[in-house]
């Protein structure tokens, strides 16, 4: 259930302004891939996963094939799911805070081992150390939230009763048994195990489908948590090519989580309908920043570099429109080309590379096909705009585009690469017209020198996060409250008690007293009906809810 890569072209007809982005140097004492990825340790990763056959996983930074992997069969998927189930009763047993307490020795496990997963991302996605580490951050927070407020979140509520004082009523929540998760490759670490840790604490099992490309780090990730605690058969992992394992995992789950493309969450979403179960969907964006005519032009160009070009955009709530004001357009549009111009690309694995790799061929095409088209249709490259074959086979240069028109597949089509295009707007009512003009809802930005300004421009913006003088990561890091999308950019939230609470089932529990919801007392029907129209208007009169 995932797209077939396809063919670069590795050219583009596109102007350039620049000779290039620099190259950051590599440390005289760089590890390789083969330091990091040991046949030890992808036996020791591997341990359990059902596969009757292998596949591989490639690093985007030469291509090479970083390991062989277990492929599973539809029919490991089952009995995958029959492993899960069984070992789920037990997990679902144990009281909650005992489930949290395993969340909170895997986040101290994952803050002191974080360079062995830092270059396991590095090397599966191609992104920069430092972008590498944003996914820690996201794991490490998610881990502290969950670990510390899973029990509030699921503890039983009493809420009033139909008659106030006999009816006594309890919300229970219950898991949903086992969930199935679909994880994409572009954030392997925060979108596989950062997703699964409340439905684990919920007390869910869950049967999980990375994406084979970046399988090693969901693994690793599986290691620490069972390390921390959490028994190994709780959490199964298959791995295998989308459209063969992808629609098994969805029907054998109790729930399915899913984050990728809109086209294939549509698909998710239908399958699971059809058996009647519940899902939640974060998909695609074509994420807009508006920049007022208040803002620092300085402040909102650094913004806009973080969050259009890293993890080389490949991320669904990066920025690829950015609107500016007429009246600051040409100060921003000079301090955005030069800063993204003097970003350093790289593929070391340590820090001081400020981009990184695209992650295949697939993602090189659509790039070079953007831009290509933009070029052609009269859109002008201020910087960037070519591959980078010199650094590696998947690098493109950061890239600033103006003069995109409607017409131009960069303009409504998510890009998910280091593409962003600057729009003039002359009004605050334009700009939100112009952001809303889409049929994604996913993130967006504001950057004004007054927050009541920014406020009231973000609540008119159909999008699921806002952030104001920032791109994307103040909303995404703020986990007490949900993150998701609206439209064509998904179902449902992560985060919160959204992002938990969807991975149980709500179960009311009313225990009526004394006298019956009947005609009771010597009353016949006509009486019990006067009564309890005279009982309605006096709770009414008394404010109950």
């Excluded at 709500?506 to 029907?525: E, F, I, K, N, Y």
Aim: overall charge neutral.
């Amino acid at each position: 259930m995932t797209e077939t890569p396809g063919t670069a072209t590795g050219t583009t007809s596109a102007a350039h302004a620049t000779d290039g982005n620099p190259v950051a140097p590599s440390p005289a004492t760089a590890r390789t891939a083969a330091d990091v990825v040991t046949d030890a340790l992808v036996a020791r990763l591997t341990e359990g996963v059902a596969g009757s056959g292998s596949t591989a996983c490639h690093t985007p930074f030469t291509g090479e094939k970083l390991a062989t992997l277990p492929e599973s069969t539809p029919k490991d998927v089952a009995e995958a799911f029959a492993r899960a189930r069984e070992a789920q009763r037990a997990w679902a047993a144990r009281p909650v805070r005992e489930r949290a307490a395993v969340l909170l020795r895997f986040h101290d496990l994952l803050l002191s081992r974080q360079s062995e997963v830092l270059d396991l991302i590095q090397l599966e996605t191609g992104k920069a150390r430092l972008h590498a580490h944003e996914e820690v951050q996201a794991v490490a927070v998610a881990a502290r939230h969950y670990g510390r407020k899973a029990a509030s979140y699921l503890r039983p509520r009493r809420h009033t009763g139909a008659i106030p004082v006999l009816t006594k009523v309890r919300e229970l929540r219950h898991p949903k048994g086992v969930v199935g998760q679909i994880a994409p490759w572009n954030y392997p670490l925060e979108l596989s195990v950062g997703d699964a840790l409340p439905a684990f604490a919920a007390g869910n099992a869950v049967v999980m489908k990375p994406d084979t490309e970046t399988a090693l780090t969901a693994l690793w990730a599986r290691a620490l948590l069972i390390e921390a605690g959490l028994p190994a058969a709780v959490w199964q992992v298959v791995i295998g090519d989308g459209p063969v394992v992808g629609p098994a995992v969805v029907d054998h789950a109790d729930y399915v989580s899913f984050t990728g493309s809109t086209r294939t969450g549509r698909e998710v979403a239908q399958r699971a309908a059809f058996r009647l179960v519940g899902c939640s969907l974060e998909l695609g964006g074509k994420n807009a920043m508006l920049v007022l005519d208040d803002a620092d032009p300085d402040r909102a160009a650094a913004g806009a570099v973080r969050a259009a070009f890293s993890s080389a955009g490949q991320l669904c709530i990066s920025i690829e429109r950015i609107y500016v004001h007429a009246s600051l357009a040409d100060a921003f549009t000079e301090r955005l080309t030069a800063r993204t111009r003097a970003l350093r690309l790289g593929s070391a694995l340590a820090y001081g590379a400020d981009m990184g790799s695209l992650v295949s061929e697939r993602q090189l095409e659509t790039v070079t096909r953007h831009v290509e088209d933009a070029v052609a249709k009269g859109a002008r490259v201020l910087t960037g705009g070519r591959p980078r074959p010199d650094i590696g086979p998947l690098f493109y240069e950061p890239t600033v585009l103006e003069g995109v028109t409607a017409p131009m597949a960069v303009c409504e089509e998510e890009t998910f690469g280091p593409v962003v295009s600057v729009y003039r707007f002359t009004d605050d009512d334009e700009a939100v017209s112009l952001a809303n003009a889409t049929p994604y809802g996913l993130n967006a930005s504001v950057w004004s020198g007054s927050a009541r300004r920014a406020r009231a421009v973000a609540a008119r913006l159909r999008t699921g996060t806002v952030n104001i003088n920032e791109g994307y990561a103040a909303a995404y890091g703020s986990v007490q409250s949900p993150m998701g999308g609206m439209g064509d950019s998904g179902l449902g939230r992560r985060h919160g008690s959204e992002g938990i609470l969807k991975y149980t089932e709500a179960q009311t529990v009313a225990h009526q007293r004394v006298l019956p919801m009947a005609p009771s007392l010597g009353m016949d029907d006509e009486r019990y009906a006067a009564f309890m129209s005279r009982s309605l208007r006096a709770l009414k009169a008394f404010r109950f809810r």
